[in-house]
């Protein structure tokens, strides 16, 4: 099983970090408003980056260092600077 750590661009351009198993179906509660309390005004939400780990313990570790370590703007680098949506 993978975990992911994902960033969302909200429709007011601002920028969601989450964590889950399942990208597809996390991004359709977000847009449906039954996602996190932050995404419920803010959609719809369209997925920008994405990260995919091994172990839950990765991905949780990795989502607290965006939310809590990084600027917008490091994030929007970050997000330039990938290939595609799914790294490891």
């Known amino acids: 099983m993978a975990f992911y750590v994902y960033m969302l661009e909200c429709a007011d351009k601002s920028l969601y970090t989450g964590f889950t198993d399942d990208l597809e179906k996390r991004l ?3 847009n ?3 996602g ?3 995404t419920r005004s ?3 939400c369209r997925l920008v980056y ?3 780990f091994d172990t839950k313990h990765e991905a949780l ?3 607290w ?3 809590h370590t990084m600027s917008r703007n490091e994030k929007l680098k970050m ?3 990938s290939n595609n949506i799914l790294k490891k």
Request: glycine fraction near 8%; aromatic fraction near 4%.
């Open 36 to 38: 996190a309390k932050y």
């Open 61 to 63: 570790s990795r989502e």
């Open 42 to 44: 803010r959609g719809p």
């Open 28 to 30: 359709a509660s977000h």
């Open 32 to 34: 449906a408003g039954e």
């Open 50 to 52: 994405a990260e995919a």
């Open 65 to 67: 260092h965006i939310k």
């Open 79 to 81: 997000i330039d600077d």
